[in-house]
C-alpha cells in the first residue's frame, strides 16, 4: 500500500467517525435519506431537471406516474437547509424563476458540485398503514457535471494508457488536428519549458471545448472544461504525449507527474466525499444531440456510457472499491432528454435507441450490482404536437419557440430507425455520416407557462422517472 492509499484510509475513517457523530442532527434514523446523484452529458439539462423535478414533488398534480404521489401518500413537500454546509445550495428558486416566469430563458448549466434538500411527509401504505403515522423521507439531490463522472476511469489507468485513447480520438474531432500539429512542434523528451507546457496544455483544451460542443461526450479530464479555481494550475497544465522515452526532468515526465497529481488532488477526493455516498443516479443524456452529431459522436456516447457503468461498479478498481467501502449505488437511471422535440409517435424509437446504448456499455463494462434502466423523457415541455400536410400527405411534428429568433416554428427532425442497430451499426464502424438518414436538431426556448393550483412545469414521463428512481423509498 503507498503512502497516498494510506493516508486516504486514515481521511475515510476520520470522515466514517465524524458521520456517526453528526448523522442523528441531519439524518435520524426515523427519518430515511435518499442521496440522489443527478448528472448528465454534454448540455443534458441537469439544471432544468433538478428543478422541474423538486416543482413537481411540490405540486403533484401532473405526477400520476409516481404511485405515491398518485394515492395520495405524499401528504406534503417542503425544502429543508441542506446536511452539508461546506457544498454551495442548488439554487432552486433562481431557476425556477428562469423557466416560469414572464420572460422564459433557460438557466446558466451546471458548473460546480451543488446540493439540495426537499423533505417529503409520507403515510406508509401496506398491512400496517393504519397502525403508523407519517414518516419524514428527505431527499437529498446532488447535482454535479458529468465530467467530473467520466474523470472517474482516469483512476484506473497511468498516463501513457489514457494518452494512446486521447491520442486516437484527436483525428477527425474538432480542432484535434491543431493538437497534434502543435505537438509535433515539440519534444517530449526535452527539458521541460513551462511555456511549451502551456502552449499544449491550451491547445489541448481547446480541442476537448470543440469537441464537446459538436456533440462529443468522453472529453477528459474534465476540470479542462470547468477548470474553476484550478485555472492556470499546473495540475491542469498537461496534455497526452506519444509513447517514447522521459529522461528525469524532461516534459514528459513533469506531464506524467501532473497526471498523477490531477487523479490525487482532483478526482480522488470528489468521489471519496461525495460519489461514493450516492444511493441512487440518473444521468441525462442528449442522445438526439448525438444522433445529430454524426456516427462518430453516437459512438462516443456508448463509449462514455461504458465507463460510466464502470464507475458504479467498484470490483473493478481497488480504490474504488476502498471507497465505496462495500456499497452500491442502487438504481441508476439513463434518461434521454428532449424527448420533447419528437412527436410522441417516435418516443418508443428514441427509448430503444438509449436502451440498445445501455446494454452495450453493460456489456463492455461486464457491469452488475444495480438496477438500471432507460427511458425517453423531457424535463420541461417545450412544445406542442402538429399534423400539417405535408406532398400529399401528413407529417407529425413539433411547434415551440425558437431559441435564437423567440419565433414559433414547426419542426420535423427526420424519422428514426425502429431498430436501433441502423445507427449503432454505422457508428461502430467509424461511418462518416448516416447516409440516407438526414435528423436535425432544433433549440426551442421554454415556453411561457400559466400553472393552476397544484400542479408543477409541464413535462414528458419526468413521473416514471422519479417512481424508478425514489418510488419504493416512498
Known sequence: MGLTDFTDQIARGVGNVA?????????????????????????????????SLVANLMNRGRMPQLRAAASGAIQTAYLQPQPDDTLPRFDYETYLGNLTGQDPHWPEGTRHISELRLSLRVQPSGMLAGLQGPRTVHLDIVDYPGEWLLDLALLDQDFATWSRAALARAPGRPKGDAYLAALDAADPAQKLQEPTARTLADAYTAHLQAARAAGYSDCTPGRFLLPGDLAGSPVLTFAPLPDGVAPRGSLAREFERRF???????????????????????????????????????????????????????????????IFNGRRVERILFA???????????????????????????????????????????????????????????????????????????????????????????????????????????????????????????????????????????
Do not use: C
Not at 38 to 50: C, D, E, H
Not at 274 to 283: G, L, M, N, P, T
Not at 423 to 445: C, H, I, Q, T
Open 260 to 322: 498523477e497529481s490531477y487523479k490525487r488532488h482532483v478526482v480522488r477526493p470528489f468521489f471519496r466525499d461525495h460519489f461514493a455516498k450516492i444511493d441512487r443516479q440518473v444521468v441525462l443524456v442528449d442522445v438526439l444531440g448525438a444522433i445529430n452529431a454524426g456516427p462518430r459522436a453516437l459512438d462516443d456516447l456508448r463509449s462514455a456510457m461504458a465507463d460510466i457503468l464502470t464507475a458504479f461498479n467498484p470490483g473493478r478498481n481497488s480504490f474504488i472499491s476502498r
Open 336 to 474: 434521454a432528454t428532449k424527448a420533447d422535440h419528437l412527436h410522441h409517435t417516435q418516443h418508443p424509437q428514441l427509448t430503444a435507441i438509449t436502451q440498445a446504448l445501455l446494454r452495450d456499455a453493460q456489456d463492455r463494462a461486464d457491469f452488475a450490482g444495480a438496477r438500471t434502466e432507460a427511458m425517453s423523457i423531457a424535463a420541461l415541455r417545450t412544445t406542442v404536437e402538429q399534423t400539417v400536410d405535408h406532398d400529399g400527405g401528413t407529417l407529425d411534428v413539433v411547434r415551440g419557440r425558437l431559441l435564437d429568433s423567440g419565433k414559433e416554428a414547426a419542426f420535423y427532425p427526420g424519422l428514426l430507425p425502429t431498430d436501433p442497430a441502423h445507427l449503432l451499426s454505422p457508428a461502430r464502424s467509424g461511418a462518416e455520416n448516416w447516409g440516407e438518414g438526414d435528423y436535425k436538431v432544433m433549440r426551442f426556448a421554454p415556453s411561457h407557462l400559466t400553472l393552476k393550483p397544484g400542479e408543477g412545469p409541464p413535462h414528458i414521463r419526468l413521473d416514471k422517472a422519479a417512481e424508478f428512481l425514489i418510488g419504493d423509498r416512498l
Open 19 to 51: 458521520g456517526a457523530v453528526t448523522r442523528p442532527l441531519t439524518a435520524p434514523f426515523s427519518d430515511p435519506v435518499i442521496r440522489l446523484g443527478v448528472t448528465g452529458l454534454s448540455r443534458a439539462g441537469k439544471t432544468v431537471f433538478i428543478t
